[in-house]
Structure formats: C-alpha cells, structure tokens
C-alpha cells in the first residue's frame, strides 16, 4: 500500500471521528479543505468543494452547533444525528481515500469510517442523555461546547497531520473503553 494511500485512511477516519461529535463540522471543513486544494479528493466527490457545498455545509454547521444548546432539542436531535453519522462517517471516507478499488474503498468506508462515526455518536448521545437525566440538562451545553471543540480539533489534525488525527482516534477509542468499564463494571464471581 502507497503511504498516500495510508494517509488518505487516516484521514478518512480522524474525520469519520470528527463526525461522531458533529455531523457538519467535519464535512464542511472537507469542503473548504477540498476548495483550497489543501487535500484531494476522490473524483466523484469533487462537487464537495464547490461554492454551493461551502455555503450549505456551513449553514448545516452552525445550525447543528447551536441546536445543540437547545436543552430538549439536543437529545431530539442525538436520535436523528446517529445514522446521518453513520452516513456521513462512510461518506467522508469515499471521498479522501486514494488509489483502491471501489470494492475496498467502499467496505473501509462503511466499516471504518461508518463504524467510527457511529460508536463516537452512539456514546456521545448516552453522555448527554445521561447528563439530562442525572442533571435535568444543566450540563448539556458543557457537554455540547466539549464535543464542537472535539469536532474542530479531529478535524483539523485529520486534514492537516492525519496520522497525529489516527492517534487521537484510538485514544478515544481507548477513552470510551474505559469509561464503559467503569460504568457497566463486571459482577465478582463467587
């Protein structure tokens, strides 16, 4: 495997990460990144840097980022956000992977990219149901400015260092691990 290839993967995922925290941040920040040629994309994918994409991406952004601090609309919006993040988690993975034949290029897409998406969205939407039933949603909107500054941060280390991005991907991964643990911990045996 090329490592522009490898590359093209990290990014992939640092950004499918990225949307399990926000589902437009990172798409609009794969728009603008396209539009100035910072990274390429795939070929059928290139309409993602257009003008019109830009501007409805970003629309798309600060709606999602602001109803997130609606108290009762955030856990409203958690029910619809999980599979669009899957969606878009498999789509921004299609539209920066490189140089692999569309059969793989599409199982990496749904399986990394989906995958990582959806467990970062699926454990993002317990934390704020969780903090809504243990704080009636005080800490919702802590929890809100945590996950768009999360979002921000993934994706400019997916577009501009993407293998810092793919560390950062597995110590969150390693994050959630642990912090499954240490709610659902296991029962001693006797």
């Known amino acids: 495997m090329v490592p522009e290839t490898i590359i093209s993967i990290f990014l992939g995922i640092g950004l499918a990460a990225s949307v399990g925290f926000r589902v437009f941040l990172p798409l609009f920040a794969l728009s603008l ?5 910072v990274i390429s ?26 109803a997130y601090y609606i108290p009762w609309f ?11 993040a899957a969606i878009a988690g498999t789509a921004v993975m299609v539209s920066t992977v490189a140089d692999l034949s569309p059969a793989i290029t599409w199982a990496l897409a749904i399986i990394a990219g989906g995958g990582t998406a959806t467990a970062i969205k699926g ?11 243990t704080t ?6 802590i929890i809100s ?10 994706s400019a280390f997916s577009i501009f260092l993407p293998i810092v991005a793919i560390i950062l ?3 969150i991964f390693i994050g959630i691990r642990k912090m499954f643990k240490y709610i659902f911990p296991k029962s001693k045996r006797v």
């Open 145 to 154: 400015t945590v996950e768009t500054g999360t979002s921000v941060v993934m």
């Open 33 to 37: 990144a396209g539009y100035y040629n």
């Open 136 to 141: 009636g949603g005080v800490t919702n909107p």
């Open 123 to 133: 454990t993002a939407a317990s934390t704020r149901l969780t903090s809504t039933a």
């Open 41 to 66: 994309l795939n070929e059928n994918w290139l309409w993602v840097a257009s003008s019109p994409a830009i501007i409805t991406l970003g629309v798309a952004t600060i709606l999602e980022i602001f």
């Open 169 to 171: 991907v597995i110590l």
């Open 74 to 84: 955030d856990n409203l919006l958690d029910t619809v956000a999980v599979p669009l």
